[in-house]
């Protein structure tokens, strides 16, 4: 199985998403399929093999469907505002003089009368149809294209309303012009201006709609925005312009102060501050020097810098958060299982309230009123506004999310993360730097030494202290075994090492006492079954992990600390930040049970992770929340991917989250309380069908600009 993504043409309305959607989940072999009105794209997770019938099964529904390949971003779909805009132009041009002969008037009976006495009634509706016709067959015509053929295939849609609305108005209306006797005494009038004005409100809605929806999608457009075309590069002994997508790993790279970084690489010589904000959603550039690693698409300082190539094309972190940026965009929230089901149906319903609405008025009113009160209903149904509600409001919560540092890797837990009541934080990586430091030791510098070469074998986060803090020219251990939970023993120059925590030492035969400050991890060690002594480690705080907590207790979440490390040392840390309840001296495989644990009484618990031992508790929590500087092990294994590392992500996860499901259900509370109301105020004939068309358009418009708001979110600064 994989999952496929796709540009689709044609969507109109939420009736298209939901039609599209239906005709690819219909492919046998087809796990699931979303279409996304909002950027026109569907994602399918199916058989690679399935491609084709895929994209058969969509384009013979009338959507046109065409693959994206993998690490492309569907950001390059033909602008279609242009168009819109000419065309609603040109309808408003022709429709104007109708507009002003019909309803002007209505409204200033001095106009009819000129009209009368001068070109005559019979001309002035020659001259409406003529315009009318136009604008129907110009401007107009793309409804019909997209309509008629949904109206045949018994698959009507947005676009079939319109025409259905339009045409009815402007068929009564010719007849009326040329024809009159056909129709009932007392009933010849024309309706050439609400034909005109439908399709010219309905024009300039989608065009309002498309400028906005064009917005939406800003986030991605910025942060692909942030690769540079070329790079200078060193090539046989020359600096030549190279283009990005030419870079190779292992390329020396040469910037120049003030320029982009163009792939993923370490510093080779140079050192500066690099603005990585772009990325992080952190303020404050970042010292780099030799050995650092520098990310594409952050901004070089004012200093030159020499860089070599480690990461290039789609394998860059840019492009893996730009990937991951779109996925969530394009994610489903369980509610839009509801609303598709609805919009599959909507336009349906709605043709058949217009018909029963013309039975009805002409049993007991009208043929005019019959008319106008079934143009009405048909114009009014708006299930655009239906379908955009859910995906713009996660196009944009996403991509603000993005702009903040924080990637939603899976759609749910855009939903789930705000409804978290405990919130777990792993210590070491997480609220620490996760560079520990020996700050005591009661061990002789000669067995520091033996201590020093099993560690070097070792790749435990407090392994490096240990070694850096023994010597710098170490002896070579051999036969190191690692004892999980432990720790680890070695021979070195013929003698037992064994280092690790208490229970290392009992498993050696000896009774140890921590006799360490508080706060200190003691690392204990043992040669040839002797006690030589402890070392006191302490790993440095991240400056926002103590306003993280605050902030999130303030958002009523409980604050939870889950460490291996031992329950005087983490029972210090803890209270330094004040967090609620410390689970310590847990080994790797315990992390799950202590989620677990947390997840009685069905309490909603995320996991907030950055190491390989971490994965299992992320992917057992309701919500996995890795640091982006950790291993790819934990991020892949998490639902949420902080950027820069920093743990007032998750507050802003969670604060964006909470921001955008409220933006969901207000819209979604606009698009269907607006249709139930309108729908029998149009019914009763107690709006025009001009009314009507600009109640329509406005409706979408309305939704789009309410996501849009989500723009403009500001997070406390942590």
Same mark, same amino acid.
């Given at each position: 199985?994989?999952?496929?993504?796709?540009?689709?043409?044609?969507?109109?309305?939420?009736?298209?998403?939901?039609? %599209?959607?239906?005709?690819?989940?219909?492919?046998?072999?087809?796990?699931?399929?979303?279409?996304?009105?909002?950027?026109?794209? %569907?994602?399918?997770?199916?058989?690679? #093999?399935?491609?084709?019938?895929?994209?058969?099964?969509?384009?013979?529904?009338?959507?046109?469907?065409?693959?994206?390949?993998?690490?492309?971003?569907?950001?390059?779909?033909?602008?279609?505002?242009?168009?819109?805009?000419?065309?609603?132009?040109?309808?408003? @041009?022709?429709? @104007?003089?109708?507009?002003?002969?019909?309803?002007?008037?209505?409204? *200033?009976?001095?106009?009819?009368?000129?009209?009368?006495?001068?070109?005559?009634?019979?001309?002035?509706?020659?001259?409406?149809?003529?315009?009318?016709?136009?604008?129907?067959?110009?401007?107009?015509? $793309?409804?019909?294209?997209?309509?008629?053929?949904?109206?045949?295939?018994?698959?009507?849609?947005?676009?079939?309303?319109?025409?259905?609305?339009?045409?009815?108005?402007?068929?009564?209306?010719?007849?009326?012009?040329?024809?009159?006797?056909?129709?009932?005494?007392?009933?010849?009038?024309?309706?050439?201006?609400?034909?005109?004005?439908?399709?010219? @409100?309905?024009?300039?809605?989608?065009?309002?709609?498309?400028?906005?929806?064009?917005?939406?999608?800003?986030?991605?457009?910025?942060?692909?925005? @942030?690769?540079?075309?070329?790079?200078?590069? +060193?090539?046989?002994?020359?600096?030549?312009?190279?283009?990005?997508?030419?870079?190779?790993?292992?390329?020396?790279?040469?910037?120049?102060?003030?320029?982009?970084?163009?792939?993923?690489?370490?510093?080779? &010589?140079?050192?500066?501050?690099?603005?990585?904000?772009?990325?992080?959603?952190?303020?404050?550039?970042?010292?780099?020097?030799?050995?650092?690693?520098?990310?594409?698409?952050?901004?070089?300082?004012?200093?030159?810098?020499?860089?070599?190539?480690?990461?290039?094309?789609?394998?860059?972190?840019?492009?893996?958060?730009?990937?991951?940026?779109?996925?969530?965009?394009?994610?489903?929230?369980?509610?839009?299982?509801?609303?598709?089901?609805?919009?599959?149906?909507?336009?349906?319903?709605?043709?058949?309230?217009?018909?029963?609405?013309?039975?009805?008025?002409?049993?007991?009113?009208?043929?005019?009123?019959?008319?106008?009160?079934?143009?009405?209903?048909?114009?009014?149904?708006?299930?655009?506004?239906?379908?955009?509600?859910?995906?713009?409001?996660?196009?944009? #919560?996403?991509?603000?999310?993005?702009?903040?540092?924080?990637?939603? !890797?899976?759609?749910?837990?855009?939903?789930?993360?705000?409804?978290?009541?405990? $919130?777990?934080?792993?210590?070491?990586?997480?609220?620490?730097?996760?560079?520990?430091?020996?700050?005591?030791?009661?061990?002789?510098?000669?067995?520091?030494?033996?201590?020093?070469? $099993?560690?070097?074998?070792?790749?435990?986060?407090?392994?490096?202290?240990?070694?850096?803090?023994?010597?710098?020219?170490?002896?070579?251990?051999?036969?190191?075994?690692?004892?999980?939970?432990?720790?680890?023993?070695?021979?070195?120059?013929?003698? !037992?090492?064994?280092?690790?925590?208490?229970?290392?030492?009992? !498993?050696?035969?000896?009774?140890?006492?921590?006799?360490?400050?508080?706060?200190?991890?003691?690392?204990?060690?043992?040669?040839? /079954?002797? *006690?030589? /002594?402890?070392?006191?480690?302490?790993?440095?705080?991240?400056?926002?992990?103590?306003?993280?907590?605050?902030?999130?207790?303030?958002?009523?979440?409980?604050?939870?600390?889950?460490?291996?490390?031992?329950?005087?040392?983490?029972?210090?840390?803890?209270?330094? +930040?004040?967090?609620?309840?410390?689970?310590?001296?847990?080994?790797?495989?315990?992390?799950?049970?202590?989620?677990?644990?947390?997840?009685?009484?069905?309490?909603?618990?995320?996991?907030?992770?950055?190491?390989?031992?971490? %994965?299992?508790?992320?992917?057992?929590?309701?919500?996995?929340?890795?640091?982006?500087?950790?291993?790819?092990?934990?991020?892949?294994?998490?639902?949420?991917?902080?950027?820069?590392?920093?743990?007032?992500?998750?507050?802003?996860?969670?604060?964006?989250?909470?921001?955008?499901? !409220?933006?969901?259900?207000?819209?979604?509370?606009?698009?269907?309380?607006?249709?139930?109301?309108?729908?029998?105020?149009?019914?009763?004939?107690?709006?025009?069908?001009?009314?009507?068309?600009?109640?329509?358009?406005?409706?979408?418009?309305?939704?789009?600009?309410?996501?849009?708001?989500?723009?403009?979110?500001?997070?406390? &600064? +942590?």
């Amino acid at each position: 199985m994989t999952t496929m993504r796709f540009e689709i043409s044609g969507l109109n309305c939420g009736a298209c998403a939901a039609r %599209a959607e239906k005709a690819m989940s219909g492919v046998a072999g087809v796990v699931s399929a979303h279409v996304n009105l909002a950027d026109h794209t %569907a994602t399918v997770q199916a058989d690679a #093999g399935l491609l084709a019938q895929i994209e058969a099964a969509s384009g013979g529904a009338g959507y046109p469907a065409k693959v994206i390949v993998k690490g492309e971003v569907a950001v390059d779909r033909d602008d279609e505002t242009p168009a819109l805009r000419d065309a609603t132009f040109l309808a408003a @041009l022709l429709t @104007l003089p109708i507009f002003s002969v019909e309803m002007g008037g209505h409204v *200033f009976p001095a106009i009819h009368h000129f009209i009368a006495q001068s070109i005559g009634l019979q001309a002035s509706w020659i001259v409406q149809f003529v315009l009318a016709t136009a604008v129907l067959i110009g401007p107009g015509r $793309v409804f019909y294209r997209l309509g008629v053929p949904a109206l045949l295939r018994r698959a009507p849609d947005m676009n079939s309303l319109v025409v259905l609305g339009a045409t009815a108005a402007w068929g009564y209306s010719t007849i009326a012009t040329f024809a009159p006797h056909i129709l009932p005494a007392g009933s010849v009038a024309v309706y050439f201006e609400a034909a005109a004005v439908i399709v010219t @409100l309905i024009l300039l809605g989608r065009w309002l709609e498309a400028r906005a929806k064009g917005r939406t999608g800003a986030a991605i457009k910025r942060l692909i925005g @942030l690769r540079p075309d070329t790079a200078r590069v +060193l090539r046989d002994g020359q600096i030549v312009p190279v283009k990005v997508e030419d870079v190779i790993v292992g390329d020396v790279i040469h910037l120049a102060a003030g320029e982009r970084i163009p792939v993923d690489g370490t510093v080779q &010589s140079g050192a500066g501050f690099i603005d990585e904000s772009m990325i992080s959603g952190e303020p404050i550039a970042v010292e780099k020097g030799q050995g650092d690693s520098v990310i594409a698409g952050t901004l070089n300082g004012t200093a030159a810098l020499v860089m070599r190539a480690q990461a290039v094309g789609a394998d860059t972190m840019l492009a893996r958060i730009i990937a991951m940026v779109a996925e969530a965009q394009g994610a489903r929230l369980p509610v839009q299982d509801l609303v598709n089901k609805i919009t599959l149906w909507f336009v349906p319903a709605v043709m058949v309230i217009a018909a029963a609405t013309v039975v009805l008025w002409l049993v007991f009113g009208s043929l005019p009123m019959a008319l106008v009160a079934g143009v009405s209903v048909l114009i009014i149904a708006c299930p655009c506004a239906m379908g955009l509600a859910t995906p713009t409001s996660i196009m944009v #919560g996403t991509g603000r999310a993005a702009e903040l540092g924080v990637l939603f !890797r899976r759609g749910d837990a855009l939903q789930s993360v705000q409804g978290v009541d405990v $919130v777990a934080f792993d210590k070491t990586g997480t609220l620490t730097k996760g560079a520990p430091r020996v700050m005591t030791s009661t061990i002789g510098a000669a067995d520091l030494l033996l201590v020093g070469a $099993v560690e070097a074998a070792s790749n435990h986060p407090l392994a490096a202290a240990i070694v850096s803090f023994a010597a710098d020219d170490l002896p070579t251990a051999s036969g190191v075994e690692t004892i999980a939970g432990l720790g680890i023993a070695g021979d070195v120059a013929g003698r !037992r090492v064994a280092i690790g925590n208490s229970a290392m030492m009992q !498993r050696e035969g000896l009774e140890v006492e921590d006799d360490t400050p508080a706060g200190q991890t003691p690392v204990f060690a043992a040669i040839d /079954g002797r *006690f030589a /002594g402890v070392l006191g480690l302490s790993d440095e705080v991240k400056p926002s992990s103590h306003a993280t907590v605050n902030a999130l207790q303030a958002q009523g979440v409980q604050v939870v600390m889950i460490s291996g490390d031992t329950a005087e040392a983490a029972g210090v840390l803890g209270q330094s +930040l004040g967090i609620d309840r410390v689970i310590a001296g847990v080994l790797p495989e315990g992390k799950v049970d202590a989620v677990r644990a947390l997840q009685k009484d069905g309490r909603s618990v995320a996991f907030v992770g950055d190491g390989i031992n971490d %994965a299992p508790a992320l992917a057992a929590a309701d919500v996995g929340i890795a640091m982006g500087t950790g291993t790819d092990i934990a991020v892949d294994s998490a639902d949420i991917v902080l950027v820069s590392g920093n743990p007032a992500g998750v507050a802003r996860a969670i604060e964006i989250s909470r921001r955008t499901l !409220r933006n969901i259900w207000q819209n979604l509370g606009w698009a269907f309380g607006y249709n139930v109301v309108l729908i029998p105020v149009a019914a009763l004939g107690w709006l025009t069908p001009q009314l009507a068309a600009l109640a329509m358009a406005a409706s979408s418009v309305l939704v789009v600009t309410n996501a849009l708001r989500l723009r403009w979110v500001k997070v406390a &600064s +942590l």
